[in-house]
């Protein structure tokens, strides 16, 4: 192959491909539908793990709207005191944190911890 190295073997197979043009629309053109191909896998890849991610994040919160009564007095932090007898109802659940709103209270919503709730109230505890 002598000193030419590379550049032999490439003329060679431009040559054989019938020039330069011809060469450059083959490659080209193999290049853009590999490159496509790989978009598409990682496209399809990232919308399934973004399917699985909403999927995960979206637990129901089977006490959402329900209406529970305390039982006995507990502060739960925040300004927040939970009077024996006072109502309140569940706005949204997220792991542990439990947004409420306290029948009557102006200041609502608040965020207070389902193991607070379920010890105060007939809040069901995840055990």
Known sequence: MGNLGWYQTM???TKTLGGPKKALT???TGVA???YGVFRGVEAGSKALYRLAVKNRE???L???LTFTVEEDAD?????VLRAGSEYRVMECDGD???IEVIGDADSPYFVSESLLSSISEYPSRD
């Not at 739960?76 to 927040?80: F, I, K, T, Y």
Request: one cysteine or more.
């Open 26 to 28: 083959i490659v080209g």
């Open 33 to 35: 539908i590999a490159g």
């Open 76 to 80: 739960a932090g925040g300004g927040l």
């Open 59 to 61: 637990a129901q919160c």
């Open 11 to 13: 003329a060679t197979l």
């Open 63 to 65: 006490t959402k709207g």
């Open 97 to 99: 944190a439990v947004q």
